[in-house]
């Protein structure tokens, strides 16, 4: 059974960079679109980036477009986020998914806590 596991958070500045990955063990989410959520405190989980299978084409959330990156190497079944210009209301615990065939966000990971200070 395919399971995601985030990794790469971590506590930082304001303006300072963090690399986030998810990698997909016990199986392959090379066919899959996979994305990247977040969820504040006391807020609703917020959409951050997806990419597609092939990595041909991503989408943002309006609060990151233009800070962050998504990416993916297939061959090493990961997928990335590069958070530059990190602001304190990126604070957060940030969460990957996987679609499954029915275009839903059928596969999450436990998350990795992401902390910007002023």
């Known amino acids: 059974q395919v399971q995601l596991v985030e990794s790469g958070g971590g506590l930082v500045q304001t303006g300072d960079s963090l690399r986030l990955a998810c990698a997909a063990s016990g199986g392959t989410f090379s066919r899959y679109v996979v994305g990247w959520y977040r969820q504040a405190p006391g807020k609703e989980r917020e959409f951050v980036a997806a990419i597609s299978w092939n990595g041909a084409n991503s989408n943002y959330g309006d609060s990151v477009k233009g800070r962050f990156t998504i990416s993916r190497d297939n061959d090493k079944n990961t997928v990335y986020l590069q958070m530059n210009s990190l602001k304190p209301e990126d604070t957060g615990v940030y969460y990957c998914?996987?679609?499954?065939?029915?275009?839903?966000?059928?596969?999450w990971g436990q998350g990795t806590q992401v902390t910007v200070t002023a």
């Open positions: 998914a996987q679609e499954d065939a029915l275009g839903t966000w059928g596969l």
